[in-house]
T-cell receptor, first 115, second 115 residues
């Protein structure tokens, strides 16, 4: 069965400093992995996705994530945080053969950016 | 434009008063799903539908019903809402890419408050 663990429920960074949001997954098959962002009172927006192509995935707004099979990780990074990055971030794993739940969401990491 | 729409976007109701949240998609996707989002719990699947007239329970189905009479619509029904169903609800469609991955499309969300 697939699962995803976001290691931090809350991360706080200063504007202009790097962002690291950690995600570990468990999957019996070759998974697809996604990061979504949700700004306050907004819907979910896809940041980036990994689907068995390049292990370093570049997304929108300067975010990127690296798929590391040996570490079962898919951490989200950004070199320099901006105030507009303050939001909730969700790591999601998709396992095509998982049957009734193709998507499993992490519990989310709230990113705060301090001026 | 590929779209998943939900109505209403915001709803305040009282305990026991039946309500329906509609979900409609214009992509002809077979798979649709309902999620609820609660602080610290991420998104949890309520019900899903693999195709017309095929529905099944997700992780948290208690207190909810769904129907899938046509491919484009997947309404969520709360026969007798209770305060613990106060939440943010998302409808989503999934499209299998054939490599084990899915394309996901989320609706904008419905914020429900039950008093």
């Amino acid at each position: 069965a697939q699962s995803v663990t976001q290691l931090d429920s809350h991360v706080s960074v200063s504007e202009g400093t790097p962002v690291l949001l950690r995600c570990n997954y468990s999957s019996s098959y070759s998974p697809s992995l996604f990061w979504y962002v949700q700004h306050p009172n907004k819907g979910l927006q896809l940041l980036l996705k990994y689907t068995s192509a390049a292990t370093l995935v570049k997304g929108i707004n300067g975010f990127e994530a690296e798929f590391k099979k040996s570490e079962t990780s898919f951490h989200l990074t950004k070199p320099s945080a901006h105030m507009s990055d303050a939001a909730e971030y969700f790591c999601v794993v998709s396992e095509g053969n998982s049957g009734n739940t193709p998507l499993v969401f992490g519990k989310g990491t709230r990113l705060s950016v301090i001026a | 434009e590929a779209q998943v729409t939900q109505n209403p976007r915001y709803l305040i109701t009282v305990t026991g008063k039946k309500l329906t949240v509609t979900c409609s998609q214009n992509m002809n996707h077979e798979y649709m799903s309902w999620y609820r989002q609660d602080p610290g719990l991420g998104l949890r699947q309520i019900y899903y539908s693999m195709n017309v007239e095929v529905t099944d329970k997700g992780d948290v189905p208690e207190g909810y019903k769904v129907s899938r009479k046509e491919k484009r619509n997947f309404p969520l029904i709360l026969e007798s809402p209770s305060p613990n169903q106060t939440s943010l609800y998302f409808c989503a469609t999934l499209y299998p890419r054939g490599t084990g991955a899915y394309e996901q499309y989320f609706g904008p969300g419905t914020r429900l408050t039950v008093t």
